[in-house]
């Protein structure tokens, strides 16, 4: 479980941080636009830090597996 918590807790930070960072560049957008904006970065945010996380992942374990494959010739 400790391999989720970790990409979670940092996407959630990032996207906050980048919801914080499109308020302080667009401070007067405001009403239901700037709540969609919001919510659009907060979303984009979230899911790249996600796949960039997981991608990362993915090619370590591939990697290992290719080693162990060829180890095993």
Do not use: D, N
């Not at 090619?59 to 180890?71: D, M, S």
């Amino acid at each position: 479980m400790g391999w989720l918590i970790g990409p979670t807790l940092f996407s959630l930070l990032l996207a906050f941080l980048a919801v914080k960072l499109f308020e302080y560049v667009f401070p007067g957008v405001m009403g239901w636009l700037g709540s969609v904006a919001r919510f659009g970065v907060f979303i984009i945010t979230w899911t790249t830090v996600t796949v960039v996380a997981g991608m990362h992942g993915f090619t370590g374990k591939v990697r290992q597996l290719r080693q162990a494959i060829g180890e095993g010739k």
